[in-house]
């Protein structure tokens, strides 16, 4: 019996959500569909599916905080890429806050490597501040085994010259032989920041 219930409950809302949805986008009838869609939380106030279409409709009608509220909710209430991507967009062209819309969509590309419109939708941001494509960059040079392991090695590195002075002090001034010697000096590799990818020319629109 409470399955049952459990189940009826679950259909209900998601009818609800879907009505508003029809009410908004075929209707033109925003106030329905608020209505609705608050009816739809009231069911389950923390519902991913339910937060992020009303977010949606909110950032669409202009109501930035309330839906920024939805965005923070939906995605604190579930781990689905779409909900991080939509945020992540509201961040870069809302709020033009392009740190906080870096993370959210490297949230959503951690969560789903493959979702094509988050991908367009990042490359495009990419492409709108460089300065966050170099801090990407930064961050997958230093985060790659080469450059873990140069910097180990450059830990426990001692200078030839200090090791070279050490045995002179040993052993006395060798005397001289008449024949300059080239004094050879340790190149320390240099890491460059990996080149990205072509980018793609993705919608900037919300997923």
Avoid at 17 to 45: M, P, S, V, W, Y
Avoid at 132 to 139: D, F, G, L, M, Y
Wanted: glycine content about 4%; hydrophobic content about 30%.
């Amino acid at each position: 019996m409470t399955i049952i219930l459990l189940l009826l409950k679950y259909t209900y809302f998601h009818f609800i959500t879907a009505f508003a949805q029809f009410n908004f986008k075929i209707r033109g009838n925003t106030d329905r569909a608020d209505h609705l869609f608050a009816k739809a939380i009231e069911c389950d106030a923390n519902h991913w599916h339910n937060l992020s279409r009303y977010a949606n409709m909110l950032k669409k009608t202009g109501r930035y905080d309330e839906a920024e509220k939805c965005y923070q909710n939906a995605c604190t209430s579930s781990t689905n890429p779409t909900t991080c991507g939509n945020y992540a967009n509201f961040l870069q062209l809302i709020r033009n806050d392009w740190e906080a819309a870096q993370k959210y969509y490297l949230k959503a590309l951690s969560l789903d490597p493959n979702h094509n419109v988050v991908k367009k939708n990042y490359a495009t941001f990419l492409r709108d501040h460089p300065e966050a494509r170099v801090k990407r960059n930064e961050s997958v040079v230093d985060q790659t085994p080469l450059a873990k392991a140069l910097s180990r090695s450059n830990r426990n590195y001692r200078s030839p010259q200090k090791s070279t002075n050490k045995k002179m002090q040993n052993t006395g001034t060798p005397k001289s032989t008449g024949k300059s010697k080239k004094k050879f000096k340790m190149k320390t590799p240099t890491m460059r920041p990996r080149q990205l990818a072509p980018e793609l020319e993705g919608v900037v629109e919300g997923v």
